[in-house]
């Protein structure tokens, strides 16, 4: 991932287009298609307390990234912790990495079974 922490989903609509940012949220939704133009692409519906961005990882004619992403990688599911990095664009946030946080947390060592 970049440097830098992480942005809310407010912080993200006040940077200029292009600039590379890092984002954690929930999963609001994500699913994989095909478009009019034959690339495939992943769109991911990233929500915080703050708001929600529209995140995309395509496939074009400069590079496959999403199939190399989900070669090693699942599709980040609903209700799923995601941390993403990329660039901003007009209104989508492309993808360069996204890495699921889904980790259980354990407060107290009796929690542990």
Known sequence: MGSGGFLSS???RAIPERQSCRIIGVVQDSFVRTS???N???KIEL???????????????????????????ERPQKNSIVAVYGSKGDDTLFLEDARIMDETIYMKLGDLK
């Not at 929500?47 to 990688?73: P, T």
Request: charge should be neutral; charged fraction near 35%.
């Open 36 to 38: 009019r133009n034959g």
């Open 47 to 73: 929500a915080d307390e703050l708001g929600v961005i529209q995140c995309m990882l395509c496939n074009n004619r400069r590079g496959n990234k999403l199939d190399e992403y989900l070669e090693v990688n």
């Open 10 to 12: 407010k912080d993200y």
């Open 40 to 42: 495939k692409y992943m």
